[in-house]
């Protein structure tokens, strides 16, 4: 199984703002930052697990194990449903793509057990200035 470590950040609400992922695969460690542009924290979130899901499906992975501090995006998901209808496409795109997997979770996590996903996404910040 793929664990993958996500977190979005935004520099404002909205303002500059990036993604980032980090990918453990039996011992192997991928990192991801990513600039966003202008969007809102919560937009960042969607955008790094829609962005991690495509770097999974391109690499043939098929169980992966997602983990996130954004209880918005992990509830939306598990749920299927998001009360605020601007995210309701970044939560089609999300579950469209779980399709491409045999096995997809996705799991909160405390920010203190996300740090790295974290670091990458604030770098991923700086990376638009």
Same mark, same amino acid.
């Given at each position: 199984?793929?664990? &993958?470590?996500i977190d979005g950040a935004s520099a404002g609400n909205p303002g500059p703002s990036g993604l980032g992922i980090f990918i453990?695969?039996?011992g192997h460690v991928e990192?991801? *930052?990513i600039?966003?542009?202008s969007l809102t924290n919560h937009e960042a979130e969607f955008w790094a697990l829609i962005k991690a899901m495509e770097i999974c499906r391109d690499q043939s992975y098929s169980i992966i194990s &997602?983990? *996130?501090d954004s209880s918005l995006v992990v509830d939306a998901v598990e749920n299927e449903f998001v009360r605020n209808k601007?995210?309701?496409p970044l939560l089609e795109t999300v579950l469209r793509l779980s399709k491409s997997f045999d096995l997809f979770f996705i799991k909160w996590i405390p920010s203190k057990e996300n740090k790295k996903a974290d670091e990458l996404a604030k770098?991923?910040?700086r990376m638009n200035y």
């Open positions: 199984m793929i664990e &993958v470590y453990k695969n039996n990192k991801h *930052s600039p966003l542009g &997602v983990r *996130s601007k995210y309701t770098k991923a910040i």
